[in-house]
């Protein structure tokens, strides 16, 4: 102390340096994400004793309430986006978004499957699918909604069947009233639920995906779920795994990654963190990279700044766009 008072000039630098730092590393900027590059995830299907990897999905690191020190590094680095974190997930947990991408992933592997089995069987007969609407799954809630749960599987509204109903009329009772009820399944069981719609955005704040009982012949097998990694942005290069291993074609020593949604009429849909999949394909040994039409603008430029990229960049809108590209690869 006596030193302190004795070198009080000195003290004072000391003490405003420490205030500093544990500004900089630890106060947190609430509303801010920072995307990162991440790794390339061979895509987990297993058909027909198939299990050669040519496929791979391309995942980024998300970083959201970065620390100042962590957003100023990010403003620095040119494969680092900071963007504002969009408003429907302030304030929402670690766990919840993780769960979020759990079941986007699940459906997207759903779609996935209907697409592959789909096109493939306009090649091979005997490849069959059936697949039977179960209801709608609740892949995200409002931090205000109350009751209703991601992962709840909606089929009843106002007394209607999912299975009575088109998508549009179903849905068309969360547009015209301000409180429906509902029934949900959770854990196998039925649950009666009141929901209100939030004033401060007119809506309900759920988002509803169609959710299907799948069989397949041949029997597919798939282990996504036993990672941390979700979201749907595979859903284009999980279709092309299953329908290449589906037709027994042979992809020689191809090594193909992309990104990009699958909906279910075939369309390959826009994914976030473009750039950081061009940066981080490009540290790995790959030949192709499918990108979805809406983001190949933002891709190609990021494309054009590598020093001899070693991958083909191929914009594709669908999949039978998708499939053709590989099989012109190939010829």
Request: aromatic share 10%.
């Given at each position: 102390m006596k030193w302190m008072i004795k070198h009080k000039w000195i003290s004072l630098v000391i003490l405003l340096v420490y205030a500093s730092l544990a500004i900089l590393f630890t106060y947190r900027m609430d509303d801010y994400t920072l995307t990162l590059k991440g790794d390339l995830t061979p895509v987990k299907t297993t058909l027909l004793d198939s299990e050669d990897d040519h496929f791979y999905t391309i995942y980024v690191v998300s970083m959201d309430r970065p620390t100042l020190f962590q957003y100023w590094i990010g403003t620095l680095t040119d494969s680092i986006d900071v963007s504002r974190l969009p408003e429907a997930y302030r304030g929402m947990s670690a766990m919840t978004q993780y769960k979020m991408g759990q079941i986007a992933e699940e459906i997207s592997y759903q779609y996935a499957t209907i697409q592959a089995y789909t096109k493939a069987n306009l090649v091979d007969p005997s490849i069959q699918i059936e697949y039977d609407l179960l209801g709608y799954m609740v892949s995200y809630v409002e931090l205000e909604q109350t009751g209703i749960e991601l992962g709840d599987l909606l089929v009843e509204v106002e007394g209607q069947n999912y299975a009575n109903l088109p998508q549009n009329a179903f849905f068309g009772y969360f547009s015209n009233q301000n409180t429906v009820e509902v029934v949900v399944i959770r854990e196998g069981n039925p649950i009666e639920l009141t929901l209100n719609k939030l004033?401060?955005?007119?809506?309900?704040?759920?988002?509803?995906?169609?959710?299907?009982?799948?069989?397949?012949?041949?029997?597919?097998?798939?282990?996504?779920?036993?990672?941390?990694?979700?979201?749907?942005?595979?859903g284009m290069i999980q279709t092309l795994d299953i329908y290449m291993k589906l037709l027994n074609i042979d992809l020689k020593d191809l090594k193909?990654?992309?990104?990009?949604?699958?909906?279910?009429?075939?369309?390959?849909?826009?994914?976030?963190?473009?750039?950081?999949?061009?940066?981080?394909?490009?540290?790995?040994?790959?030949?192709?990279?499918?990108?979805?039409?809406?983001?190949?603008?933002?891709?190609?430029?990021?494309?054009?700044?590598l020093d001899h990229p070693g991958f083909t960049l191929i914009k594709v809108g669908d999949i039978d766009e998708a499939i053709q590209s590989i099989m012109d690869r190939l010829s």
């Open positions: 004033t401060s955005i007119d809506r309900y704040g759920i988002r509803l995906e169609p959710y299907y009982d799948i069989e397949t012949t041949p029997n597919l097998e798939t282990t996504y779920g036993n990672d941390f990694i979700g979201g749907p942005s595979g193909i990654a992309g990104t990009g949604t699958i909906e279910m009429d075939g369309t390959i849909g826009e994914i976030g963190g473009i750039e950081q999949k061009i940066w981080t394909a490009n540290d790995h040994d790959i030949d192709i990279f499918l990108c979805a039409a809406a983001n190949y603008d933002a891709a190609l430029a990021i494309y054009e700044t």
